[in-house]
């Protein structure tokens, strides 16, 4: 579609999160561009889709797990709301998310965690050894113990983002295939930045590109993978997850790595395979068929950014998601999208300002070089 006359809204990153925002603002009745040069390309297109509020909670990120739990409650409604509108299948599982213990330090470490999310009311089962394999009987002999997260889920991120694109055009969004390099090119009366680490080049907030390397296998003959739950590992010192699909494919992640390149390293390849078969020995029959590298936006303190820039009201800041913007993508695209449409911010988006980090320096608009001095990475994410 091609717009004619300014938009009410302009979309700034085709991810997950921006063609959420985009579709839940044109269901308000509003008019809606979006822009990227190639939607979905970005962390998305690299991101496993674990759905888990419990298991991805840390010490000291009590805010950030609020919100976790609470974007976590509405995927049901959401998936199955999306599904129905468009007639794709998302992937969305809900067995639920195991993790495990390899060795005495492995539980010990594993513990801890477990007593913290408990403390803040999370539902985290222990269990024994046996119990664990009770459940999912390919899990090594080995392991120590583990915990069950019932409430943690996930959904495929490519498929997801494949029907949030049929979504946005039949919801009357417009799609625009080109980057935006300044934000005072868009003729739009408000405009939502969901650029992933390109926010930073745009607004001058500190998002900064936290590199992770993954790994899809395949099992043999196509078959589904053995086992059913998303797997959280402690394996010798060495964190791995693994999320099984049903068309036979298990996503292996993830590093986690303070630099911008996109190689993927055979160090990495070979510290994520050897932690995940420590974990389900089988999977060293599994076909290895994609080894990729992807940028997660990071904020300083780990939590979105989504509100207003200060001193730019017409500026909507929905990104920094880091390791959550899948999870968060309901949450996200409701909180913006009643934002533009009453002009009144849900209570929930105080903590999470981008005010928080003081002035932004791109008020010059056009500028490729967010604050500081530095220029952002040209990691295909700026849209």
Known sequence: MVAAGPSDVAVVGGGPIGLAVAWRCAARGMRVTLYDAAPGSGASDVAAGMLAPVAETYFGERVLTGLLVSSAARWPDFAAELAG??????????EGTLTVALTPDDLAEAERLWTYQRDLGLPVTPLRPAELRDREPLLATRLRGGALA???HQVDPRRLVAALRVAVERAGVTVLARPVRDLAELDATAT?????CGTAALTGLPVRPVKGQILRLRAPGGAAPGFRH?????ADGRHVYLVPRTDGEVVVGATVEERADLDVTAGAVLDLLRAATDVIPELAEYELVEARSGLRPGTPDNAPLLGPLPDRPDVVVAA???RHGIVLTPLTADLVADLLATGTPDPALAALSPARFGTTTPARFGTTTPAGGRPAPDDGLTR
């Open 85 to 94: 509108y468009t007639g794709l299948d998302l992937g969305y599982r809900t």
């Open 150 to 152: 019932p409430g943690d």
């Open 230 to 234: 998303v797997i959280q590992g402690h």
């Open 320 to 322: 920094g998601h880091f």
């Open 192 to 196: 939502v930045v969901a650029a992933g």
